[in-house]
């Protein structure tokens, strides 16, 4: 069991109060017969296609302003997990969304908070802003190093 890793995790953006976990994961919730959802993963080269067919596509880097300013895929929006409620106001419901972050969590855990509060559009893209850059497909803001940014 990975609890200790998925406490810290959930820390580390900005969930400081974990109370439990579900014993026996998705699949004991599945067989329940509760209800589940999906949220559609894309990879960066996919996200790359889809931007060459449409340059007007949305992309929301739901990372901390500091990275954003450090580097971001140009003409991506910022929206950043840690202020959601803010980040949530700016978001259009009926508009399609790639959404990203570093590597690939906090993406999902946007998502899924926005989804539960009723966003439909919004598709993950996998390997975050790591697999973006080392795509080689995207044109990138200059590298600003973080410590020049405080």
Known sequence: MRVGEVVTRLARVGYDFTIGYLKGGFEAWKLSGEEVDTIESISADQLADIVKKNPAASILDVRKK??????HIIDSENAPLDFINESMA???????YFVHCAGGYRSMIFISIL????FEHLIDVKGGFKEIKESGKFKLTDYVCPTTLL
């Open 90 to 96: 700016t978001i259009d419901k009926d508009k399609t």
């Open 66 to 71: 500091s990275e954003y300013f450090s580097e």
């Open 115 to 118: 989804k539960a509060r009723g």
